[in-house]
Each structure stands twice: as C-alpha cells, then as structure tokens.
C-alpha cells in the first residue's frame, strides 16, 4: 500500500464496494478489467480482478490454478470475508460484523486479484470465462460432497451385510479403509458408477446414467461406454479380478479445483451373489496433507502391505537393515503406496535401501492399471541435483515414453539422496515396454557432473589405477571452455597426449573427424608443454598440406603442480572439397608435420601430394629431389611449377 498513491487506493475501495452492491442467487459477479483514470476514476499498472462468490472452501486455490496454468504472474490476492444480508433482487442492504447472529445474512467471499496486465480485450474476456467455469466446477464439488460421502457411507453398509466376492478379513479391511478416508484423509470431488453388461459384441463397462456427481457432471472425458476386449490385458485383468475389491489409479486430467495434480481415482468393485465382479463405483479426488503425515503401518490397506513387505524381506524390524526398510517404506510417497503391487513394492523397497547413502542415480518405473500414466521414483546424489538436472530428465522421460504430460514432486530427507517422483501422462498402449536400462543410462550420462564423467572415462580407458593417476594428476585443471566444447570420453583421450607432451616434452599430436562433420573436414589437435604454439609459425605447414584452416581454439590444461600443456583444436578443410580417408591419412599426415615442425622435411607445395596421393613424408621428398634433379639438368619447368 506504501508504494501506491492514495488516490488509486481510494479508488480501488471504492470500485469494490459499488462492485459488492447486487449479487443474484443465482450468478456470480467476475470482473477482469485494466481501471484507467478516464473510465474508473483510478489505475493500476496490472490487470485487476474482481469477484463476489458465495464463502466455500477451495475458492483461492482453485482461482490461483486458474491464473498460473495460463502462465499469467499474480502480484496480489485480497481475500475478504463478509456476512451480508441483501434483498430478493440480490440488492445489500446490511454489511454486518462477522458471526453477527442474523436470520437472513449470509457469507460471501470478495477476491481481490491483481494480475500481470493485459491489454487485449478478447484476452479479458476469455480470462473471465475461465474464472467463471473454475468457480462452477468448484461449486458443484463442494455442493456434491455430502452427496458422495453419502455413497461411501452405503457401500460399507452394504459390505456390513454381504461378503461376496471377498473374505471377511478383507470386508473388515476395506470397510475400515473406506471410513478413513471420510475422516479427512480424502478430498472428495467426483463420482460415478459403472456397470458390467453383455452384448453381441461382448462384455462392456457401461457408466451407470446419470450416476456423475461432483465435477464429474461437468468435466468427464470418459466415454460412457468401452469394450473390455478394447482395454489393456492388464486393465481388464485388474477390474475382473474377484480378489480385491479396489483398484487405485490416477485420473487422466488435471484438478482445477483445490490442487493442480491428476487427481485419484478409487474404484470399489460391484459383486454379485456368486462373487463375480459386475461393476465399480469410483470415487474422484485428492488426498489430504493428513493422509500423507500418517504412518502407512496406520492407515487400513496400507498396514496389511507394510507388514506383509517388512516380513517377506528377511529383515528383523530391531536390526539397521529393518529400520532402515521401515524408513523407506514410511516416506514412499502415499499415492504410490495404494497403486504399487506388494511384490514390485519389496523389490523397489530393498532396491532403494541397498542404494542408501550411496552416492549413484537410480531409477525405477511403474506403469499405472489403466495404462495412462507411469511413475518414475529417481534418486540424485543431493549435491548435483537442481532444477536444470530436472528438466533435463523430464525431457529423457517424456521423450522416450512418448508422453503428453509430466508433473514431479521432490523430497528432501537427511539421506545424501534427493527424492523424485515423477507422474508420466502416457497412451494407452498394449503391452508397454518400459524402456528401463535405455532412459536410465541417458540420465546417469546427463547427470553426472563432467568431472565425474571423466574419472569414469579414465577408468574405462586406462584402468583404475592408471585412470584415477591421470585424473588426481590432471581433471582440475581443464579450463571451463575446453569443459564446454569436449565430453569426458574425449578428454580421456586428450590426456593421454596431453600426459605424452608434458612428460617427454614434446609436441604431441590427434588427428580426428567429429561424427557431424562431412569427409572434407578434420580436426586435428596440438599438444605443446609450457607455452602456447606461433599460429604464424603453424598456418603455413596446414597451406602446403592441401587444407584452409576454418577456426582454432586454444587451451591451456595445468596439472596439479601447475605444469602446463597447451591444446590447439584446429578445424581444416581439404581445399577442392575432396573426401579425406581419416584412417589412411592419420599415420602420415602426423608423422609430416613433425618432420616439418622440427625442420627435418621441407614446407612446401609438394606437402601437398599427401592429401592428393596418400604420400610419405619420406616419398614427397624423393619427389623434391627428382623436381631439383631435374631443374639442375636445366629441365624448362621450375620446382614450383612442379609441385
């Protein structure tokens, strides 16, 4: 308020007074405006929004997943709280002092949002539109909600009085469960119900008409009818299975309400009086910050896997091995918990508990029953782990499962690991192949640090011993453009030249072809201890040997008692564009230079009949020599006309 002037403060006041004057039952007022000192009186640098909403729970949230999924920036939310009484038309007639006992009052939310500014006006307009649909959907989860919970409240009374289709251990478990949920471990938004019919085409699941409730009367992409023989072999499996009566999944779009997160699904199967699976009732929502607080060994479901999980271990719950299985198992994230197979959960488990405090990447992936989503737990060495590491892995994921969609959740514990679960929108496809050792591999690569990389590269080079020598000796002191332009496998090859030149002081040479680059293209590298090479002593040999020098770049590499080598990465050109035999011409070319480096060979044009016949450096000079022979017998033609 410091900032503004009081003119505008005034005004805005002002502005949302007159705006809180009318309000009908049966609408709800949204303004999404740019105010201007000619039409409103008053201004503001941003867009400012305005809506009067009768008090419910999930306003805020909802509004703020409204504005930030069109990547719009709020700059402010004011969010007042008032109990009004108004007349049959919706006129206000008292603005009264909270829980002020009044028959006729009743509370209303006035938000307050200011936005960043925009100028076009269909822009405004769509934003309104939004707004008003958001609030809609949240009207009717909220309004729904005792509907629901009523639902949940009649199927454990059904399973009261039935025990088809399951044991009695298992009616008593999922009544128990289902009343966990209704005490504040579940936000419930949506519900329908399906049913199991014949026909000629064969067995189909049919949404049960006009059973939607919650947002799923206004926001359900799901047909109201597929073929089973149309779903994944393992969906069908799941939902006809007599064995369990809930499958947990996730739902294929987005909450606007509440949390911006794919809401959970939760299914309880329909049983007949032979225990045959004839339809589900699913159950659309989130579960709350109370049901990922409580202990998994406490919540219904949950225990009889943890204890089961704990037992097929082999672990005793008093020894480290156990406590530490007991750990993992009470931080796996909730939603995983309900979705994940008891067998995968004991692999995964003792999987994470042998990579504990280890300092390596590890990945894990899951596909959902539906075949809509796969999961991803990562694990990072903390120290490397940061929002561009993410990225980068989200882009591994979503291009190798062709995905549509991905959202990620971190967690931080006192472990040298850092947490990733990552939510994978995916096709349905039959028979999905998790492409497991090919996207972890392409992690591991991009989240090591380049460092770590070369220590690995060296290792696989040169062995460990001669690896960790080198890079003890020489991995601190690559310069960060040499670090930029080269990956690690390459730099273990430089340092066995760069080791070369520094130890024999001596010029040291790599001759190479990048894997982008065409046949008339090379690069080829100097290495030259204490000081850098005169490129006017160096240009001229490259002339005579047929090529144009396209760019140079230099590097000075220290080892750890600051000895140094320098490196010129030369990019040549063979002049004419002619194709250049890389294996052919190493050998030769290399040992040419040298000769001509240290004066033993002549630099001239006749360096040339390398590139052009593949030539010795022994074989040009015999040349040389017929070529001055022959000028001495006074042949017309000089050397340079010959060469």
Known sequence: LASRRLSDTYGAAMAAWNFLQKRSAEETPVAVFNPDLEGDGWQSTHTVVFILHPNIPFLIDSLRIAVNQRE?????????????????????????????????????????????????????????????????????????????????????????????????????????????LMRDHFTFL??????????????????????????LRVNNERPDRVRLNELPQRTRHEMTRADDIFIFAKSAQRSRVHRPAYPDYIAVKKFNNKGEVVGERRFLGLYTSRAYNERPDEIPLLKRKFQNVMKRSGFLRADYAGKELEQILTLYPRDELFQIAEDELLDVAKSILYIQERRRIELFLREDVYGQFVTCLAFFPRDIYNTELRLKVEQVLLDKLEAEDIEFVTHFSESVLARVQFTIRVPQVENRKLPIAEIREKVIEMAQSWRDGLSSALSETFGEEGGNELYRRWAAGF????????????????????????????????FYRALEEDDSTVHFKLFYPDQPLPLSDVMPIFDNLGFRVLGEHPFEVTDRNSKAVWI????????????VDIHRIRPIFEELFYRVWYGEAENDAFNRMLITSYMGWREIALLRTYARYMRQIRFSNSQTFIS
Do not use: C
């Open 479 to 510: 310069p960060a453009s040499y670090v930029e332009m080269f990956s690690p496998r390459r730099a273990a090859i430089d340092l066995e030249h760069i080791s070369a030149a520094s130890t024999n002081n001596d010029l040291n040479m790599s």
């Open 190 to 215: 949506g519900y329908d119900e399906y049913d199991f019919v014949s026909d000629k085409s064969g067995m189909a699941v049919r949404r049960v008409e006009n059973s939607e409730l919650g947002i």
């Open 568 to 579: 010129h990465d030369f990019t040549l050109h063979a002049n004419g564009g002619n194709a």
């Open 72 to 180: 719009i920036g709020t700059h402010s939310i004011q969010h007042s709280i008032l109990q009004v009484e108004r007349d049959k038309a919706g006129k206000l007639k008292k603005l009264l002092a909270t829980h002020k006992s009044a028959s006729d009052s009743e509370y209303e939310a006035l938000i307050v949002l200011e936005i960043d500014r925009h100028s076009n006006p269909e822009d405004l307009k769509d934003l309104e539109q939004t707004l008003q649909t958001v609030l809609h959907e949240v009207r009717i989860a909220v309004a729904d909600f005792p509907v629901v919970t009523d639902k949940v409240s009649e199927i454990i009374k059904e399973l009261e009085s039935t025990t088809a289709g399951i044991s009695s251990d298992q009616n008593e478990e999922a009544r128990a469960f289902l009343d966990w």
